[in-house]
C-alpha cells in the first residue's frame, strides 16, 4: 500500500499515574499512517487503553509530544480534537449516555452544538449507516451489547471524525456481536475515508490490518507490517501473546522436519503450501 | 426488573398520553389543589366525574388504577375513621369522651374519603401515562427560570436523565450480587431484621463499586465526545405544546368555574 502522511504521530510520549511505580507508557514514538488500520497489541496492563486516553487528552502526558489530524494535543486544541478522533470504549453499557438510542447518536452533536434540525438529520444517517434505524427510539436496556457498540460508532459518524479508536471495542460481545461490529467498521473505513487505529485481542483481525504495533510494559517493542510481526513467533509469546493459527501451525511444522518459506502466511497461503506439500508427499 | 421501573408507565397513544408532560404535571398539581375546595355532594360530583373521565380517556383499564390505590388503602381507611369518629356537628349518634359518631362526621368522612381517591387516581394516571424520561425532561423544562438564580438547570436534567438510564443496569447488576451471595449461602428475606440487614451489606458494597466504575467510565466516554460542564449545549429532544395541550388547559378552566359554581356560598 502506499504510505499516507502521518494522522497521528507520538514523540518520546510519557504517562506516569499519580502512586504507581513503573510509568504506564515509557518514551513512546511512533506515526500512523491517515487512512490506514493499526492494530495495537500487547497484554494486559501493557499501557493499550493509557495510549489512545492520552491521544484524546483524558489522561495528561508526563512528557513528549502528540499530534492528531494535524493538531498539537494540548488544552487549546483538545475539544478540536475529539471532534477529529472517535473513541468506541470496550463495556458497551458506560458509554451509552442518551436516554435511547437516538437521543446517544445525538449527545455528541448537542455538545458541539449542532442546531436541531440538522442533529435530526445527521442522527438518522448515522443510525441508517450502522444499520441501527429500526432501533432508534429503544432504549439501551433493550439492545444487546453489539447493538449498543454501533450506535456508539453511530455517535461518532455523527460528528463526521477523521479517526476512530477503539479500544477492545468488541472483546465484551458475542462472537456474532463481534463479526457484526468490526463487519460495520470495515465498511465504514472504506465510505468514510477512515483512520482505525485498534486495540485488539483478536490476533485475526490484526493479522488483518495494514499495520500493527506492539507495547509491551509502557514500551514499543515491536512495530510494522502483521506478516513481518508474526514472523517473529517465538518472541510474541515471550511478551505474553498468542500467535495466529497459520503461525502456530507453521512452527509444529518445523518441529517436524517440515520448513516452509519464512514470513506470515494467512490461511489461504498456508492452505496454498499444505497443497504443495501433500501433492509432493 | 420492569416490576420496579419507576412509576409504573404504561405505553400507549391516547390522548392523554400524547399530551405535553409540562402541562399534564402542572394539571395534575392544579386539579389537586382545586380537589379542596370542593364541599359539597354537587362539587365532589364534578371533580369525580372528571376524574373519570380522564381516566377513561387514557383507555387504560380500570385495574392499574386500582393497584395505584390500593398501597394507600390503609392509609384512606385510617383518615377516614379519624373523621368519623372526631368529628362532631349535626345528630350525634353515640359519644364516648372525645369520641362521638355524628352526621357531620359520617359526611366528612365520605368526603375525605373521595378526595383521597381521586387525589391518588389522578396522580397514578400522570405516572402511568407519562415515560420517567417525559416526566425528568419536562421538570427540567420547569425549572429553566431557576436559571436566573445560577441553578444548573441542564446539569440537573442530564443527571436525572443518566440516573434513570442506569436504573435498568445495577437493577441487574443487583441480582446478579444477590445470586452469586446466595450460591455462598446467604439467605435473604429470613431472620431477624439486624440479620436482614447485615445480608444487604454484601450486596450494597459490590453494587456500589461496580456504580464508580461505571462513572469512571462514563466520564472518560462523555469527555470523548465533547461534554463540557462549562459550554452551551444545543438540545435534541424537545417537549412541544400542541393545541389539544391548550384544549386541556380550556378543559381544567371549566371545570373550575363550574366547581366554584356549585360549592356552597
Ligand atoms: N486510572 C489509573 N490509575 C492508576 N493506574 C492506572 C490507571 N489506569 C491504568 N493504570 C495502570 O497503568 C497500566 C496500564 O494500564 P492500561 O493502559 O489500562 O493497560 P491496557 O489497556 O493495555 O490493559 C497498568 O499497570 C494499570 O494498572
Ligand atoms: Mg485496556
Partial sequence: ?281 | MNKLMIGRYLPGDSLVHKMDPRGKIVLVFYFIWLVFFADNVWSYLTVGLFTLLAVLLTRIKLIYFWRGIQPAIFLILFTVLIQVFFTRGGQVYWAWGPFALSSAGVVNAWFIFFRLVIIIAMSTLLTLTTSPLDISGALSSLMTPLKWVHVPVDIIALMLSIALRFVPTLMDETVRIMNAQRARGVDFGSGSLAQQIKAIVPILIPLFVSAMHHAEDLDDAMTARGYRTDAPRTAFRVIQWHQRDTLSVVAFAALTAVVFLVRMP
Fill in chain 1, 1 to 281: 500500500m502506499t504510505e499516507e502522511a502521518p494522522i497521528i504521530t507520538m514523540e518520546n510520549v510519557t504517562v506516569r499515574y499519580a502512586e504507581q511505580e513503573q510509568p504506564a507508557l515509557d518514551g513512546i514514538s511512533l506515526t500512523i499512517p491517515a487512512h490506514s488500520w493499526t492494530a495495537l497489541i500487547g497484554h494486559n496492563g501493557s499501557g493499550k487503553s493509557t495510549l489512545i486516553k492520552a491521544l484524546d487528552g483524558l489522561v495528561t502526558i508526563d512528557g513528549g509530544t502528540m499530534t492528531v489530524a494535524g493538531l498539537t494535543v494540548n488544552e487549546e486544541n483538545i475539544w478540536q480534537i475529539r471532534r477529529r478522533l472517535g473513541v468506541v470504549f470496550q463495556n458497551p453499557e458506560n458509554q451509552f449516555v442518551g436516554a435511547t438510542v437516538a437521543d446517544d447518536v445525538a449527545f455528541g452533536l448537542e455538545n458541539a452544538q449542532v442546531p436541531r434540525p440538522a442533529m435530526v438529520d445527521r442522527v438518522a444517517a448515522a443510525l441508517e449507516q450502522v444499520g441501527m434505524t429500526a432501533y432508534a427510539e429503544r432504549e439501551p436496556a433493550h439492545l444487546s451489547g453489539g447493538q449498543k457498540q454501533r450506535v456508539a460508532i453511530a455517535g461518532i459518524l455523527a460528528l463526521a471524525p477523521d479517526i476512530i479508536a477503539l479500544d477492545e471495542a468488541t472483546s465484551m460481545l458475542d462472537p456474532e456481536g463481534r463479526a457484526s461490529v468490526l463487519r460495520t467498521i470495515r465498511t465504514l473505513k472504506a465510505q468514510e475515508n477512515l483512520t482505525i487505529l485498534s486495540v485488539t485481542h483478536d490476533l485475526e483481525e490484526a493479522a488483518a490490518a495494514d499495520h500493527v504495533i506492539v507495547i509491551d510494559n509502557g514500551h514499543l517493542v515491536a512495530s510494522g507490517t502483521p506478516p513481518e510481526i508474526f514472523a517473529q513467533g517465538a518472541a510474541l509469546i515471550d511478551m505474553g501473546l498468542s500467535v495466529p493459527f497459520t503461525e502456530q501451525l507453521k512452527t509444529d511444522l518445523e518441529a517436524g522436519g517440515i520448513t516452509l518459506p519464512a514470513g506470515y502466511l494467512n490461511e489461504e497461503e498456508m492452505a496454498a503450501q499444505l497443497w504443495k506439500l501433500y501433492s509432493t508427499m
